[in-house]
């Protein structure tokens, strides 16, 4: 039993006939409190920046679904757009204008991408995305980051984070060593790091894979020259370079990070956001590269609902939606506001705190820091986390189970939802 002040009766009664028919009564590992303790609240309605759980207590949702709901969750317009293509079909498996409409808005807006493949998840986009990176290099060796995070797909469950990290596992049993002796990690910010490793694999690295703010380790954006100067090695040692904008397309900024720092990259995945909160990831990129994957290439990449109408209809209206003058200045403002005050309080009540913000994406790591990468990260009180989590749940505010997540803000959260959502932070960590 949970010593809980918030009735959650049915949650726990749910959740302990969960355990019995799936795997820590999960479908993702992050969603069993494993990292913060305590008893998962399940879920019953959402609706814009607020979570009704099945004991019908509400929440001010800082989750989000991870990133989807920028727009708050079932907005209106994006339901109204899903009734209308229901009434259509629920898959194709065959072509649909909407494909086209989606990636003519992708290719509109991200600087990197010329081109644009969708897929179901963002695993299955940096999957894809990595087959390809080593199709066009005919070179095998990759880079990605300590703590940063690119779907379960075997090669990149190295020093990986996100649930890996949440759950504090060597990476995972299951990946045989041949599928990650080509993956080389480096620590984020560390570009001496990354030129050493070209330095001692010459020719051998097809390219370099990174969050380009990171949002699986906790929140800790670039350091200012890092994303330029991985832009300078790549092309200076004939390497790819990849920005995993699963978690920041379309967040950051509405052409994403690459738009935010002016950094183009040559292939980008993408995810979360532009399914509006449906099935959907997507890769895409410079059309010399996208042009190898089949069936236009020789590169096999398929999927059953890839495309499919609901995604498709669900993306569209969502980034219609963010088009919105003002969109993106509103995200910053109110987030900003969050941040600022959450460190704030965090000092005035004695707690060692950093962290930050940029656009709706914000974190907060219980130490002094600075964070400028995982192992960084690692040394933030965790324990205090997991007490300051608990304590903003009882107190209706939901945010990330796990320390090494990002927060996430919507355009359904208001000043007022920010000003509660701070008391009941004061409130919790004058307690701890
Ligand atoms: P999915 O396969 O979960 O759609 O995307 C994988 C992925 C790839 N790249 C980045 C930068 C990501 O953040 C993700 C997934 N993010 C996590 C949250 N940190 C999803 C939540 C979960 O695993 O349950």
Redesign the pocket.
């Known amino acids: 039993m949970v010593n809980t002040t918030i009735k959650t009766t049915k949650s726990q009664e749910i959740f302990a006939a969960a355990q019995n028919l799936m795997p820590g009564g999960v479908s ?1 590992p ?2 069993a409190f494993k990292s913060v303790g305590g008893q998962p609240i399940v879920f019953d309605h959402v609706k814009g920046a607020y979570i009704w759980d099945v004991d019908g207590n509400q929440y001010i949702d800082y989750v989000g679904t ?1 990133g989807p709901a920028i727009c708050g969750h079932t907005h209106p317009e994006v339901i109204a757009a899903l009734h209308e293509a229901l009434e259509k079909g629920t898959s194709f498996g065959a072509p649909s204008v909407l494909e086209n409409v989606l990636a003519e808005m992708v290719i509109d807006a991200v600087p990197s991408i010329e081109m644009v493949r969708f897929v179901n ?4 986009a ?1 999957m894809a995305v990595l087959r390809l990176m080593r199709a066009f290099t005919n070179r095998e060796k990759i880079i990605k980051f300590e703590g940063c ?4 797909a075997d090669m990149f469950l190295v020093k990986a984070g ?2 890996v990290a949440t759950l504090g596992l060597p990476d995972s049993p299951g990946v045989p060593k041949s599928a990650t002796s080509s993956t080389l990690t480096a620590p984020f910010n560390d570009l001496e790091a990354v030129k050493a490793l070209f330095e001692e694999n010459r020719d051998q690295i097809a390219g370099v894979i990174l ?1 380009p703010v990171v ?2 380790a906790g929140f800790i954006p670039p350091d200012a020259g890092f994303l330029e100067g991985l832009r300078e090695l790549t092309h200076e040692h004939g390497a790819l370079l990849v920005f ?1 904008e ?2 920041t397309g379309f967040r950051i900024a509405y052409g994403g990070a690459q738009e935010k720092f002016g950094i183009t990259p040559d292939l980008t ?1 993408l ?2 956001v532009i399914g509006g909160g449906l099935p959907v ?1 997507a890769y895409g990129g410079r059309r010399d590269i996208m042009s190898m994957i089949a069936p236009a290439g020789p590169v096999y990449q398929a999927g059953t609902l890839s495309g499919n109408p609901l995604a498709m209809t669900a993306g569209i209206k969502t980034l219609e939606l963010l088009q919105k003058p003002g969109t993106y200045e509103y995200l910053d403002r109110i987030t900003q506001k969050l941040a600022a005050g959450l460190l704030q309080i965090a000092q005035e009540t004695g707690h060692a705190a950093c962290g930050g913000q940029i656009s709706a994406m914000f974190g907060l790591f219980f130490t002094s820091g600075p964070v400028h990468n995982y192992e960084d990260a690692k040394k933030s009180d965790t324990a205090k986390f997991g007490r300051f989590h608990r304590g903003m749940l009882e107190r209706g505010v939901y945010l990330a189970p796990s320390q090494f ?1 990002a927060g996430f803000t919507s355009l359904a959260h208001t000043d007022e939802d920010i000003e509660q959502t701070l008391a009941v932070a004061r409130e919790v960590l004058s307690s701890l």
Do not use: A, P
């Not at 998840?121 to 299955?124: A, F, K, L, R």
């Not at 995070?149 to 379960?152: C, E, L, N, S, W």
């Open positions: 993702s992050v969603r991870w998840s963002g695993t299955e940096c995070y690119h779907g379960h996100s649930g969050e949002g699986n995993d699963v978690m995945t995810g979360k990831g997540e």
